[in-house]
Every structure is written in C-alpha cells, then in structure tokens.
C-alpha cells in the first residue's frame, strides 16, 4: 500500500467510526515513514471534516458523529509520541464551556469535537461554569474565541453577563453561543458575534471567522 | 394577580372531536404535555413538598423514600385540582410502572428564587452490556399499575376524562442506556438495542391498551422525544427499522380501545412526520418550537391529516412579556384555529420557569378568540 492509500484507509477508518481497526492503520503509516502530522492533518482530521459535511447533509447523525471522534482519538493516541516532539499548528484556542446554571454537555462535546477538527485547540471548561472562569480561561489561553453553550431558556440568560464579563476584562476574541433554545436574534441581543445551530454549524462559523481576521 | 379559569367546566368530548379532526366548530381547546408541580401548587394554593414531588415524576415513581412516594400520591389530586380550577377538559395521569431508569440529579436553579429543575444523566446508563441487559430486572407486565386512573375515575368532575401519559420506547431507550452510550451502541451493537426496545414494546403495548381500555381515559398522550435542533438523533434509516414499527404496535393498543393517540416528539423530526402519519397512524402532534418550525408550518404541511397540538413557544413563555404572548398567540390561532384540527398550548410544557402572567395571557387570549369566532 503506498503513502496515499494509507492515507485513505486511515480517513476512511474516522469516517466509518472504525476505532478498532484505525490503530493498526496509523502505526503502518508511520512505518511507512508517514510524518505523524501528515497522517493527522490528511487523513484523521480530513476525515473528521468529512464526518462534519455529512452530517450537514442529513446522512450522517449524532451516533456517527460519535463514533468518529471515538476513531480519530484512537488513531491521535498512536501519534501522540510523535506529534509531542513537534510544535503543532493550530488555528489558535477556543475556550468552550457550558454556562453557569447549566449541567448538560452533549451538546458542548460535539462542538468541541468539531471545533478540534476544524483544526482549533479546544480548552474544554466543562458543565456549570461561571462567568469568572470563563474570563481566567480566556486570558490564561490567549483564546481565540470563546463558545457559549445552554439547553434551556432559564439557563441561556447567563450568557449575557459571561460576556459582558468577558468583554469588560478586555477579551477582544470571538464569542459564538449555541444550545436549543438560541438564535441569531438572541445573540445578536446579548453582543455574541455568532449563532451556531449544531456542532458542525459552529466549528464552520468559528474556522471562517478567525481565518478572516 | 388573580387567575380567571380558561373556561367553566370539562368538555372532553369537544376536545376528543377536535384531536379527532371531527369537527371544525367550536372553541379551540387547551391541551398540554404537562405542567410542573410547583406551577400546578401555586395556582391552586395546594401545600406539597415540592422537591419530593418533582422527584416522584422525574424518578417515574421509582423511589424508596416514602417521602417522595407520599408526594407522589398527592400528586394525582394536585393535577385533579388544577385542571378543575383552569378549566381544562380532562387530567393527565400516568399509569406506574418499576422500569429502573438512570436517576434524575435535582438541582437549584438560583436565576428563579432556588426553583428546583431535574438533569438526566446523559452519559453513563444502567445497561451498557448485554450481560446488563439479561441482568436487567425487567419488570412484568403483571407490574403496571392501573391505579391512577381507578383514582381519577372517583374523583373526576362531570365531562373530563384522563390524558393518559405513556413515555415513549425511545425515551425510555436514552434512560436506560444513556444518550451518548446508546448513540455509540446503535452502530456498535444494534442488536442490543433492538432487544432492549423489543422489551419496553411488549410494556408499552400492554400498558397503553391498559390506559386506552379504561373508561376514565379519554385519550393516550405518547411522549417520545426523537429529534434536536437540526435533525433527528439517530437516522431516520435506523429509526425506520428498530422504532416507528414498534410505535406502530403501541398506537395500534390505543386504537383497539377507540381512543385518540397523541404523539409528542421534542426536535426536528420532519425527516420521519410520514412515517408516523402513514405507518404509526397517529392522530395528533404536540411539541413544536419557533427556532426549529414554527407551529403554523406544521400545521399548514399536515393537517389535512392530523390534528396538531401546542406551539406556543416556552422561551417566549419564560423570557417574554404578556403583550408579546398575546400577540403570538393570536398569530397562531389566525393561522391554525379556523380549520380546526387545533389545540392550544405550549411547545412542551408549562414549565416552572415559565412566567405565569405569560401562561395566563396564552389562555385568556384563547379564550378572547374563542368568544369572539365561536
């Protein structure tokens, strides 16, 4: 098998959720002499962003989703030897979190997930968080951006002081909220920079922003 | 403020016509999934403990403590005294039934005065194995509880019937396995899934023909949440094969007995509305949020077919004033109260974090509508 079809085993291995099989195809990549953020950018994140695209498109769903991210983990534990000994590219870091009041994070992992395979280090906060942390994270990781998540109504009203916290500590990144009860008006209301309607919708919206700026 | 009831006195038989498409004349009625405890206390000035109380109905009235039970069973009077005292037309109950499922975390929400909300454990569920699975204490079907409605059947006042709740198979899937282990199993190991559904089929046909036989139930109230913001949980493929021919089978128990299924579904489930208008053969549609379909594109789509219920969307409900209710209100009675097939309510439920000035403005604008149309 020569570099190229490695390659597209490994994608093919994150788009069809394979974590089992996905190990044995990265180790042959590397000792195929594949560099290991070759097989990372080319075949594990590619794949990852194809996984996104489909379910954009209405084929894939949210098992496939996870069930890819499972693989691409999977095929990163083989790297990450290699990958440690070189300084990785990144679009920079995103702060995410779920707001304060708030304990469900589906939601916030897919995003995280996407947003990481949009090429972003994602500085996962957790569930419940508060306003204070929110602005430490952002100024500790020189954040990007920051991502905003709530389920419910009673919840997503917390968003509005986080930012305002954000914005009066002097964090001039992005702010992009997403949950189900959010939408562009109530964004647009509460000063976030961008509405995302689902994990792949943001990750999308994040990588298209700060790749303008 | 003072709370004028909807209306004065029960008219199931109305209500039944109109999920039932039979009628186009007469007011629209008002029609919820449920209404949290502390709402229902509130309004009736009734003395129950509230935690305990939420914890009976989010624990599905599995608990040990004899707290919570003792709650619980004030529960069927508090939902008694309510629906009387707002004039809705029947009281929806739930028949009892020891399914383990993962246990709810209550928790303060300090943005509403300490108000009490319950979280689902989304990610680690009681059966994660087929070992858990054969290990699982399945209850019988001997175990349903028909209680509630033998209780509701004493005390009911003239022309009000049960809404008989049921949770749906898929919900009970996601309690059980957990969302996240049951989304990654339904790739991994859809067999276990299948098996685990082919259970909870063989309790909920047998529960609902139970609910639908009883003569104090009016109709069944399916709840089974399928969808999110964008699309359906898992494939429309997959919900094809393993859920909508069971959801077929437990609809089929409901209309043995003559009575109305109401399908309750949370998300964007466009992708499989044929599948329960064609195949499951429901007769009426609750749910619907602005952000994902407004509920007068629903409307406009299926009522030739269906009667839809709700709409009202709850995040105007809680964030809103009362002029805007009124207004949306009104939007949405012009748009689907003149066909009929209508039923006015929430989008889901008239939660605790709903303001209850919005609530009330919701049923006085119907009620304002139906005076002057009917």
Known sequence: MDKNELLNKIRENVVTGMDDKIRDACRQGLDAGIPAEDILDKALLKGMNEVGDLFSKGEYFIPELLVAERAMKAGIAVLEPELVKKPSKSLGKIVIGTVAGDLHDIGKNLAAIMISAAGFEVVDLGTDVSAEKFVQAAKQNSARAVGLSAL?????????????????????????????????????????????????DGARKLKLAVTRQ | ??????????????????????????????????????????????????????????????????????????????????????????????????????????????????????????????????????????????DIEIFPLDYAASKMPPGMKVVSFWTGIFEDLKLIMGIENMAIKSIKEPD???????????????????????????????????????????????????????????????????????????GHVDALMRDLIEV???????????????????????????SIVGGMDVDLLARGTPEQVRKRTRQILEACAPSGGYCMGTGNSVTNYCKIENYYAMLDETRKWNEEHV
């Open chain 1, 152 to 200: 419910l109504t009673t919840t997503m009203i917390n968003m509005a002081p986080i930012i305002k916290a954000l914005r009066k500590a002097g964090f001039k990144g992005l702010i992009i909220i997403g949950g189900a009860p959010i939408t562009q008006g109530y964004a647009d209301n509460i000063g976030a920079d961008f509405y995302a309607s689902d994990a792949v």
């Open chain 2, 1 to 142: 403020m003072t709370i004028k009831p909807f209306k004065q006195g029960a008219d199931f038989e109305h209500l039944r016509k109109v999920l039932m498409r039979e009628t186009t004349k007469g007011p629209v009625p008002i029609l919820e999934l449920f209404v949290d405890v502390d709402v229902m206390a509130e309004i009736t000035g009734m003395d129950i403990p509230i935690d305990k109380a939420t914890e009976f109905i989010r624990n599905f009235g599995w608990s040990n403590d004899p707290e919570v039970v003792l709650a619980g069973s004030r529960i069927m009077d508090l939902s008694l005294a309510f629906s009387q005292a707002m004039g809705y037309d029947y009281v929806t109950l739930t028949l009892l039934m020891p399914l383990p499922r993962t246990q709810s975390q209550l928790r303060e929400n300090p943005q509403q005065g300490g108000k009490i909300r319950a979280w689902q454990n989304e990610h680690r569920g009681i059966i994660t194995t087929r070992k858990e699975f054969e290990e699982f204490p399945w209850p019988a079907t001997e």
């Open chain 2, 192 to 266: 276990l899934l299948n098996d685990i559904l082919e259970r909870l089929t063989i309790l909920a046909e047998v529960g609902v023909g139970m609910a639908a036989a009883h003569p104090a139930t009016g109709a069944v109230l399916y709840a089974d949440d399928m969808g999110f913001n964008t699309g359906t949980m898992l494939s429309p493929k997959f919900m094809r094969e393993y859920v909508i021919p069971r959801h077929k089978r437990i609809a089929d128990a409901c209309h043995r007995h003559g009575k109305p299924f109401i399908f309750h579904s949370c």
């Open chain 2, 280 to 306: 499951v053969g429901i007769d009426a549609r609750h749910s619907f949020q602005d952000n994902i379909e407004p509920v007068e594109k629903v409307y406009r789509k299926y009522h030739d077919e269906i």
